[in-house]
């Protein structure tokens, strides 16, 4: 665990470094508010700062403050956070800026053990909070400090295992310094995310070159130990594009929980199922012209999902009690204004495109006046 680099010069190479070459630009930078470090940091949790950045703006332009967001329905939420998967980041956004506002009079706690009671708020989001929010000597450990600090030292194992995730954890709180938090911890991320890459680091550029444990065994990009590697299981569904006489599709609101909880998505029914059966006895729908089979696989982080799209003309829908909440007939055209799973939308944009969506409608007939 020990180390000759004093932590002191550590974080001068660092912080130096940072001021010649660190990112200064990023939009959550720009003004500097708990809110929006919270909400980058959410967002960037697995995800890389090009493709944060646009939905930042696009949520800060809706949602300019915390009220604001506090306020909104998750479908609001759901649909600009749509495309950036793990969906359960958005629903505990939503509830986090609620609890906020009831809690805590509309302001982050500045205790990192309040913070980490919040919906979605970890030990890292909470010490980002404190330490680019608040400028509060607070420790960070996500991806890319883990990086930086497991080739420092050249810790063996994969960082995900309690042992050497610890062992990280006191390496971090000691680098951590008192003044200048902010500025460190910003450092440390873009240290990782420019310098310290996962593959071809470029270890001359970095400021921390001489001192590297993992550099100096001569192969840097060995560390940190990869996760341990397993097949992913592969399952397999029918997705039912159930499109009425006025060109609507049939979307169905998913549980809260689960796999893109609280999402609009299309009706599914078992691979091995018959798919006009199905829909009549779980959809009502009767149903003529099985037009088009679409099919694509989806990956998830602990398994893939093979898809298999049919598309269906329904000629009647009656259904014993109008369902209002969970089910509604939608026109393609304002699919937009829906929080979609992003593998629906796109199934829904290959149809829209496909040589059986023309001017006159997808089953050749025009949509009703």
């Given amino acids: 665990m020990t180390h000759p680099l004093l932590p002191k010069h550590f974080q001068q190479h660092v912080l130096n470094w940072f001021n010649k070459h660190g990112r200064k630009n990023l939009p959550w930078q720009q003004k500097k508010s708990p809110y929006h470090v919270w909400l980058s940091e959410i967002m960037l949790q697995q995800t890389q700062v090009t493709t944060v950045t646009p939905y930042f703006q696009r949520f800060i332009k809706q949602f300019p403050n915390l009220s604001s967001l506090a306020a909104a329905q998750l479908d609001?939420?759901?649909?600009?956070?749509?495309?950036?998967?793990?969906?359960?980041?958005?629903?505990?956004?939503?509830?986090?800026?609620?609890?906020?506002?009831?809690?805590?009079?509309?302001?982050?706690?500045?205790?990192?053990?309040?913070?980490?009671?919040?919906?979605?708020?970890?030990?890292?989001?909470?010490?980002?909070?404190?330490?680019?929010?608040?400028?509060?000597?607070?420790?960070?450990?996500d991806g890319?400090?883990?990086?930086?600090?497991?080739?420092?030292?050249?810790?063996?194992?994969?960082?995900?295992l309690s042992a050497v995730n610890k062992k990280l954890w006191e390496l971090a709180e000691r680098y951590t310094p008192i003044q200048q938090t902010a500025a460190y911890t910003q450092a440390m991320m873009d240290l990782g995310a420019l310098i310290c890459t996962r593959?071809?680091?470029?270890?001359?550029?970095?400021?921390?070159?001489?001192?590297?444990?993992?550099?100096?065994?001569?192969?840097?990009?060995?560390?940190?130990?990869?996760?341990?590697?397993?097949?992913?299981?592969?399952?397999?569904?029918?997705?039912?594009?159930?499109?009425n006489q006025q060109q609507e599709i049939l979307l169905e609101k998913r549980p809260p929980t689960g796999i893109w909880g609280g999402l609009w998505s299309l009706p599914e029914c078992p691979s091995d199922a018959d798919a006009k059966n199905?829909?009549?006895?779980?959809?009502?729908?009767?149903?003529?012209?099985?037009?088009?089979?679409?099919?694509?696989r989806h990956t998830f982080s602990h398994f893939h999902l093979d898809i298999q799209a049919v598309v269906m003309q329904v000629n009647k829908w009656h259904p014993p009690l109008m369902e209002s909440d969970r089910i509604v007939w939608y026109n393609v055209q304002q699919l937009q204004k829906k929080g979609l799973a992003a593998p629906i939308k796109k199934l829904i944009q290959q149809l829209n495109n496909s040589t059986y969506t023309h001017s006159n409608g997808i089953f050749g007939k025009a949509p009703r006046k």
Avoid at 145 to 160: E, N, Q
Avoid at 278 to 296: D, G, I, L, N, P
């Fill in 199 to 243: 593959t071809q680091p470029k270890c001359d550029q970095c400021p921390l070159q001489t001192h590297c444990l993992a550099y100096n065994t001569g192969n840097p990009a060995h560390f940190p130990s990869p996760k341990p590697s397993k097949k992913l299981p592969i399952r397999s569904i029918q997705m039912l594009i159930l499109v």
């Fill in 144 to 160: 890319n400090v883990k990086r930086v600090l497991t080739r420092f030292h050249a810790i063996a194992g994969w960082p995900g």
């Fill in 278 to 296: 199905f829909s009549k006895k779980h959809y009502y729908c009767e149903t003529e012209k099985v037009r088009q089979a679409m099919q694509m």
């Fill in 76 to 141: 609001e939420v759901l649909n600009l956070w749509a495309g950036l998967g793990y969906y359960a980041r958005a629903r505990n956004l939503l509830r986090c800026a609620q609890m906020l506002e009831q809690k805590y009079a509309g302001k982050f706690p500045q205790n990192l053990i309040q913070l980490q009671t919040l919906p979605g708020i970890g030990r890292s989001t909470a010490g980002a909070i404190l330490s680019l929010g608040f400028d509060q000597a607070a420790a960070i450990l």
